[in-house]
């Protein structure tokens, strides 16, 4: 099966640009998880999606971060302004269901910003 | 809250000698736990979970809930195990929450 797919695979900005990612989820999966993972860090949670609802966003910074998951399907995170310490990689996963057992991970977006 | 520990950001050890990477939970309730591995220039992927009670690539993790620990364990280290491993929970919320990994570097 085609796995996880993200683009783009590296961005360059200036503090106070906008950006946005794109994730497209192993064809089935129920659940979408977009993770921040700064370096040095593990991956962490930002939101979580079942279908096209929003499961646990607990961990977005919902100020400036946003993310849609229309129709169930592709899903885009979007970063409205930028931080400096926004720099980091942003990972798309996807699962067959509901439970964590076994998530599957895109290539991941490094985002610099300057 | 949910916490997951590596207390080693680097490990480093020769070919054939034995491997143990380190895991430390905090959780309340009873977990799940994972271990991820991402190989040079690839994706992040599952290696193993504590409820298969499975032997990956030699590897093997159990789960010792009085220590709170899952340390990831494999006897005879071959130079293909360098890799960043990452130790996960999953606890009520059914999200994972991840270590900040260890990197292995196996020596010839």
């Known amino acids: 099966e085609a796995g996880v797919a993200q683009s783009p695979r590296y961005k360059i900005i200036e503090k106070r640009q906008s950006v946005a990612f794109w994730c497209n989820p192993i064809?089935?999966?129920?659940?979408l998880y977009w993770y921040q993972q700064i370096l040095g860090q593990g991956p962490k949670l930002l939101i979580q999606?079942?279908?096209?609802?929003?499961?646990?966003d607990s961990q977005l910074p919902k100020d400036r971060f946003s993310a849609e998951r229309l129709k169930g399907v592709d899903s885009t995170l979007k970063i409205q302004p930028a931080k400096l310490e926004d720099s980091a990689v942003y990972l798309c996963?996807?699962?067959?269901?509901?439970?964590?057992?076994?998530?599957?991970f895109g290539p991941g977006t490094r985002l610099t910003v300057l | 809250a949910q916490r997951v520990t590596q207390p080693e950001k680097l490990l480093s050890v020769f070919k054939g000698a034995p491997v143990e990477l380190k895991c430390n939970y905090s959780?309340?309730?009873?977990?799940?736990l994972f271990w991820y591995v991402q190989y040079s220039r690839q994706r992040l992927q599952l290696l193993l979970r504590?409820?298969s009670r499975e032997s990956i690539k030699g590897f093997t993790a159990d789960l010792n809930k009085g220590e709170t620990s899952f340390h990831l364990k494999k006897p005879f280290a071959q130079e293909e195990d360098s890799a960043m491993y990452y130790c996960?929970?999953?606890?009520?919320?059914?999200?994972?929450?991840f270590g900040q990994g260890t990197r292995l570097t196996i020596n010839p």
């Open positions: 996963a996807s699962s067959r269901d509901f439970t964590p057992n076994e998530q599957f």
């Open positions: 064809s089935g999966h129920a659940t």
């Open positions: 999606f079942q279908n096209n609802g929003v499961v646990d």
């Open positions: 959780y309340s309730g009873s977990p799940e």
């Open positions: 504590h409820i």
């Open positions: 996960a929970l999953s606890g009520g919320a059914q999200k994972l929450v």
